[in-house]
């Protein structure tokens, strides 16, 4: 829906985010009686994150996210169609097997360029209002590029070649990242993931100034003194169709992809103790 029929959607094209934006909102609200939105401007633009909760209310909160925006004019069906997909899915199993915590699903606005980095990313707005309202966060997953594997061999590559003896060669898993001092996490993460899918989960806990380690929402709740990780596909370290017009629908893998959702289910419910 989003890399084929509401795209472009990024800073540019308003439009195609504010469609994303409603799509969202429409399939939350089919899961979920608490389905909520958080509109902003950032430079004259105004958009809005879309949350819903589950789980009981009050305590320790688990927040999942994933940006609905895409880089420049182009589908995103990995980047990131795939992580709200992946998002929606988890909304609709949650709905049906309530958590044991509170859980919150959002998707955000202004990830990509121009916005990266800034305070009007959409996780860095939800990450601020979670902190100004003393908002007690177990933990956050951001959900960045969940679609493409691939069984070649040495189809996976690496930021520094010092990793190359530790990790598979071939792209066929998915990776838990975090940042050095967050280990705990990481392993929580990728231990309640290995717990609840057959699909291979890496996990890596690096200094931010590796290239990779930063590149999604989970920063904008670092920033915040959150803990949080991201669950990716590995992005440009795998997938040559980033940021390019060839970041299609058919080059995902949705078995695998239905794969990483059960993981993350394993993950929240780890997590929510």
Not at 244 to 251: K, L, Q, R, W
């Amino acid at each position: 829906m989003l890399a084929e029929e509401l795209s472009p959607r990024d800073a540019a094209n308003p439009e195609g985010l504010d469609a994303s934006a409603s799509f969202v909102e429409r399939v939350f609200r089919e899961y979920s009686e608490r389905v909520s939105l958080q509109p902003y401007d950032a430079e004259g633009l105004r958009v809005r994150n879309v949350c819903a909760r589950f789980g009981p209310e009050g305590g320790p909160r688990i927040v999942v996210g994933a940006h609905y925006d895409a880089a420049g004019p182009y589908p995103g069906a990995d980047d990131n169609a795939s992580g709200v997909a992946g998002l929606l899915e988890l909304a609709r199993l949650l709905s049906e097997d309530p958590p044991a915590s509170d859980v919150e699903l959002v998707s955000f606005p202004l990830e990509e360029p121009p916005f990266f980095m800034t305070p009007w990313m959409g996780s860095a707005v939800h990450a601020r209002s979670l902190k100004e309202a003393e908002v007690e966060v177990r933990a956050m997953i951001a959900l960045e590029m969940i679609g493409y594997f691939s069984d070649e061999p040495h189809s996976q590559r690496f930021p520094l070649g010092l990793l190359k003896p530790f990790y598979p060669s071939t792209g066929n898993f998915i990776a838990v990242v975090g940042k050095w001092g967050q280990g705990k996490l990481v392993r929580e993460v990728r231990e309640g993931m290995r717990a609840a899918t057959p699909l291979g989960v890496e996990s890596i806990t690096a200094p931010r100034i590796l290239p990779g380690v930063t590149l999604s929402d989970h920063r904008s709740y670092w920033k915040q003194g959150y803990p949080a990780v991201m669950l990716t596909d590995t992005a440009f370290f795998r997938n040559a169709n980033y940021h390019t017009p060839h970041d299609t629908p058919d080059t995902l893998d949705y078995h695998r992809m239905a794969q990483v959702v059960d993981g993350v289910r394993g993950a929240v419910d780890s997590l929510a103790g």
